[in-house]
């Protein structure tokens, strides 16, 4: 039992994780997709950085009379991370535009029907 | 402090700073000839890299003197360097081609943008091929990924948004995934250097998170490289995008994909802990057959060629996979030399389609009526890059099915054998048809004086065709390397 | 032996430059022929002194060359194609003017690229070089077969080019590849290199997948293509499905059962015994169906599936008369059935016919025609005073010596049945009251240098009775 409680963290980010994906597969709307593909990221990056903490560590700052220190790695990796969802989200949102102004709407059953008799 | 030492660098610093400054030149024709230069020297960068690694084995530099694993380390070996020289090839050769292609299908304020999205593209592939990092990996697969997607978003129809909507979408789940997948093996391993990996892994390769890990990485890496089921996002993505971007990402972005999943499976975990403990061998080899027979089957029905060539591509990334999935030193080498191969062939089948498409303004089969009186070189082209995509002798197509077979035998799977003839057969009528087409039927009653595509365009188109030829018979280069390469990812000698 | 694969080669590129001018575009083509004949006759004091030389092309796979070597059947093979292609190049002039055909440059040049890679089977001295160059034959005819470019034609290239392609790559290439595994090689080499490999079993089904893989050898079920390939025009339908293509088929099966397997392990798997009589069946089926064909280059085609069927059975019977008997009826049934087919042509381009049922009474407006047809007819069907008398004759022997007689009624009935369905044609043509419009008015002879071209086989005909040592002793040397 202990584990389990224990390793909240993990479920948190499981349960995000799949409400992210859940959000891209379920939802027609091509904004929701994006928010979806966000959540999912998200939560990836909760896994690292929990991951990353020490139990009694305290912040990776050099500090005298500190001996253990959480694990700042993770942090860097995430950090890059963020910046490539930001960039993914951004180049999304972009094309989200793009195909409002061609098709007049983002849903993507709208979208698939205009597409159809082609 | 010389050059040449900082060359594993400079091939990425190079297209990478050159991506910016393309953004400052405005007219189109200058910024295709810089990408152009660039992506020469990229090449002489690669050929020279490549010798390196035959003479003296895998070449290895730390980033900014950092030593590994602490610092990110890039790490050649025969496999990168064959795949960097198949990535700065195609470019080299594609540029040239595109510069009449782009012209007329981007509107021309954007060409300059274009190109910079191209050298970012460029930048990617190379950095994922070069690179000794886990980490370093993903960032530079989010590099390529992201400007894939807007390189495809630039076709002409409409279309080319939606494809590349959803391939951002399956492409980012996908990257996900992988990072999942590197950030469970960095909780085991407490590295992400590659070689650092291998060798602390068997340790903790038992452990329920490992195998997790496994499972993420290649169910990431295979939405990357379309393995079937994975790979609804290509026929579209590939039909609507820019005739250049089409050719380029064909010959290139799966193959890299390929490279990736080679890494992980065999450098990082191993071939023993991946094809026994996992099972990978069968599962790779069913999804194989599936993506040969289902793929080939549907570009029969295509009209579009484009189309048809984009399930072509998935079904020649089955045979790679069929290649790997065997373990053996045959099957990998089967497996990477269809790597170059495939890039060869599928790049100037692309490359001719792009010019029928200069020319004509369409890639629909019917429409392609009686060219091949109006346009012989390309459809020469065509039909020799065809003949390639069965198999015939005297192409680089038969040397690929020929090891595949001679690897299927060995294993003693000869069912496999037979089932990747068939998978010929089903080449031969969709290759068929398109010959049939252009030399059998009429020209369309609406004759517009249509010519043979210029200079510029045939001849990056003949010199991959003849390239296709050349090593169809003097295979010492591409079958030695991948040998080696083959042997030294599974830890046995050539 | 180079120079047999690059002097058609070099010819192609002459004929294509040369194409506003059709005297001189000919010319090429009638010199490279003859130069190619030549080379091929000056090769062969060496091989009748014992001497097999080879050149090594290229190395595509470590340890399996792109490689050429003389042999006996090679040379053999080479004599009749190269020889041939002189003649028929003579019949073409005649005939694709007569005709009044369009893209002859197109033809022209194709001709010559499939006889490269007939020289390239011919001279082949292991399996994948042969294999190489049998599919650039394929790939080279299509476009002949398809010449007319209508739907009809394209609907038989279809047929052409799959069933030869499909056989090839699903059949030949995985008995290629597993022979390879097997014997770590592929060489032709006297006495076979397949002994002791593997147990019997696999060594059968390895032997059926040859048999069957090899489509051009027209064995049934597989034999759809030939009469497709009639579409084309007759000087294709002569060189390529009488001589070229077709011989191309049985001669790789011989090679494969002299030079891979060896006669000494050819006559003890049992596959091979199933496989004679399969051989046995195309030859019976494939006479009893060309009775009843009224288009007469139909029937020539049946006729040409069954013949091939005795070249693989001697090859399968693979005893000593077998193998003789075989690599004669190559050169007997090429000479006729050339001539036959010749005569077909020339009837079309002279009076437009092309059912045999229109023909009666023929004769007397073109006698020389239909009196050569009555020469290789004779040959077909193995009697005197024509050459394949000797082949057949050798044929049955090999039959007796393997205890088949069950095999040597065969050859019988199909004589026989050879009879019913060729004598009556030149027969009808002079001793029946004409049809239709034959009235004789004065002859109506075929051009001039188709003629000549039919005159000289019909010789050749006579000729490999009356002095068939040099044949008889270039085939007995096959296998040392």
Not at chain 2, 376 to 384: E, F, G, K, L, S
Not at chain 3, 383 to 403: D, Q, R, V
Request: with cysteine; net charge positive; aromatic share 10%.
């Amino acid at each position: 039992m202990a584990t389990v409680l224990g390793l909240y963290n993990y479920w948190i980010a499981i349960f995000l994780m799949m409400t992210g994906f859940y959000v891209v597969i379920a939802h027609g709307n091509l904004v929701k997709k994006i928010v979806g593909l966000n959540i999912f990221q998200v939560a990836v990056f909760i896994l690292y950085i929990s991951m990353g903490k020490v139990r009694g560590g305290s912040a990776p700052i050099l500090a005298e009379g500190v001996t253990s220190y959480s694990n700042p790695l993770p942090h860097v990796l995430i950090l890059t991370a963020i910046v490539v969802g930001v960039a993914t989200t951004a180049l999304g949102l972009a094309l989200v535009i793009r195909i409002n102004e061609a098709y007049g709407t983002v849903e993507e059953d709208d979208i698939h029907s205009q597409d159809e008799p082609e | 402090m010389q050059l040449g030492q900082h060359l594993p660098i400079l091939q990425v610093v190079i297209p990478l700073l050159s991506a910016p400054l393309c953004l400052l030149l405005r007219n189109g024709r200058l910024a295709w000839m810089f990408t152009l230069a660039v992506s020469w020297l990229v090449l002489a960068g690669a050929v020279w890299l490549l010798l390196q690694v035959l003479a003296h084995g895998t070449v290895s530099y730390a980033l900014g003197t950092w030593p590994a694993p602490w610092g990110i380390e890039y790490h050649l070996d025969h496999v990168s360097a064959f795949v960097l020289l198949i990535v700065s090839g195609i470019s080299a050769v594609v540029l040239p081609f595109a510069g009449k292609s782009v012209a007329r299908e981007i509107p021309a304020d954007r060409v300059s943008l274009f190109y910079t999205l191209y050298l970012l593209c460029l930048t990617g592939l190379l950095g994922i091929v070069i690179t000794g990092d886990a980490f370093n990996l993903f960032v530079f697969l989010e590099i390529s990924a992201l400007s894939s997607y807007a390189l495809i978003s630039q076709g002409r129809d409409r279309r080319a948004l939606t494809a590349s909507y959803h391939y951002l979408i399956l492409g980012t789940i996908g990257a996900t995934f992988i990072l999942i997948g590197v950030g469970l093996l960095y909780m085991m391993t407490g590295t992400l250097n590659m070689q650092d990996l291998a060798a602390r892994l068997p340790a903790v390769t038992d452990t329920r998170t490992v195998r997790t890990a496994f499972a993420f990485l290649v169910v990431g890496i295979s939405l990357k490289l379309a393995l079937f089921p994975l790979h609804l996002w290509l026929p579209n993505a590939y039909t609507y995008a820019p005739s250049v971007v089409t050719a380029f990402l064909a010959a290139t972005a799966t193959k890299v994909g390929v490279y990736v999943l080679l890494r992980f499976v065999f450098t990082i975990f191993g071939a023993a802990f991946a094809f026994q403990a996992m099972s990978l061998g069968p599962i790779l080899l069913v999804l194989a057959l599936l993506a040969i027979f289902n793929a080939s089957t549907v570009a029969i029905f295509q009209d579009n060629l484009k189309r048809m060539l984009a399930y072509s591509s998935v079904a020649q990334i089955g045979y790679m996979v069929l290649g790997i999935s065997f373990a053996s030193l045959t099957g990998l080498t089967a497996g990477i030399l269809h790597l170059f191969n495939h890039a060869l062939m599928k790049g100037a089948l692309f490359l001719a389609l792009g010019a029928v498409f200069y020319q004509l303004g369409t890639v629909q089969l019917t429409q392609l009526r009686g060219l091949g009186r109006r346009m012989p070189w390309t459809m020469a082209a065509i039909v020799i890059g065809g003949l390639s995509l069965v198999g015939v002798p005297l192409t680089v197509g038969f040397i690929s099915k020929w090891y595949l077979i001679l690897a299927a035998l060995e294993s003693g799977w000869w069912p496999v054998a037979v089932l990747v003839l068939l998978g010929s057969l089903l080449a031969m009528v969709y290759i068929g048809r398109l010959v049939e087409t252009a030399y059998f039927h009429a020209p369309p009653e609406d004759d517009r004086e249509v010519r043979e595509a210029p200079l510029s365009m045939l001849l990056p188109i003949w010199t991959l065709i003849l390239a296709n030829l050349y090593f169809g018979i003097d295979t010492s280069l591409t079958v030695g390397v991948a040998r080696q390469a083959a042997a030294l990812l599974l830890g046995v000698s050539p | 032996m180079l120079l047999a694969l690059t002097v058609p080669l070099v010819a192609v590129p002459l004929v294509v430059a040369a194409r506003r001018r059709p005297n001189l575009r000919e010319s090429v083509t009638l010199i490279a022929a003859t130069l190619l004949f030549g080379l091929v006759v000056s090769l062969a004091p060496q091989v009748m002194d014992g001497a097999r030389p080879a050149v090594i092309l290229a190395e595509p796979f470590p340890g399996l060359p792109l490689a050429l070597a003389l042999e006996p059947l090679g040379l053999l093979f080479a004599l009749i194609a190269s020889f041939l292609w002189l003649i028929t190049s003579v019949y073409s002039i005649g005939y694709m003017r007569g005709h009044k055909e369009q893209h002859q440059t197109r033809f022209y040049a194709y001709f010559a690229i499939a006889l490269a890679a007939v020289m390239g089977v011919a001279f082949a001295g292991n399996m994948l070089t042969l294999f190489v160059f049998y599919e650039v034959l394929t790939l080279s005819t299509y476009p002949l077969v398809t010449h007319a470019g209508t739907d009809q034609a394209r609907r038989a290239g279809r047929v052409y080019l799959g069933l030869l392609l499909g056989t090839s790559i699903v059949f030949l290439l995985l008995a290629i590849a597993w022979t390879w595994l097997l014997a770590g090689t592929t060489d032709f080499t006297p006495g076979g290199i397949l002994s002791g490999t593997a147990p019997a079993a696999t060594l059968g089904l390895l032997l059926t997948l040859y048999v069957f893989g090899v489509g051009k050898a027209a064995l049934m079920p597989f034999h759809r293509w030939l009469p497709a390939a009639m579409v084309a025009p007759t000087p294709v339908s002569a060189l390529l499905h009488a001589v070229a293509v077709v011989k191309a088929g049985v001669f790789t099966i011989l090679k494969v059962s002299v030079y891979l397997f060896g006669s000494g392990l050819m006559i003890t798997l049992v596959a091979s015994q199933w496989l004679q009589y399969v051989a046995a069946a195309t030859i019976l089926l494939a006479s009893l169906v060309a009775m009843r064909q009224d288009n007469l280059k139909a029937r020539l085609a049946y006729s040409t599936i069954s013949q091939l069927g005795y070249v693989v059975l001697g090859a399968l019977l693979a005893n000593a008369a077998g193998i003789v008997g075989s690599a004669m009826h190559i050169a007997t049934h090429a000479f006729g059935k050339i001539t036959l087919f010749f005569c077909a042509g020339v009837i079309l381009v002279a009076t437009h016919k092309t059912e045999i049922s229109q023909m009666r009474g023929l004769g007397r407006r073109m006698p020389i025609t239909m009196m050569a047809f009555l020469i290789a007819s004779l040959s077909i069907i193995g009697l005197p005073p024509a050459g394949g008398t000797w082949s057949k004759w050798y044929l049955a022997i090999g039959t007796l010596e393997a205890g088949q007689l069950a095999l040597l009624a065969v050859l019988m009935i199909s004589s026989l049945l050879n009879i019913a369905y060729l004598l009556p044609i030149p027969l009808h043509a002079f001793f029946s009251a004409p049809s239709g419009d034959n009235v004789p008015g004065g002859t109506y002879e075929a051009p001039l240098f188709s003629l000549a071209a039919i005159i000289i086989t019909t010789l050749g005909c006579l000729v490999l009775f009356f002095y068939p040592g040099p044949l008889y002793q270039l085939a007995s040397q096959i296998g040392r």
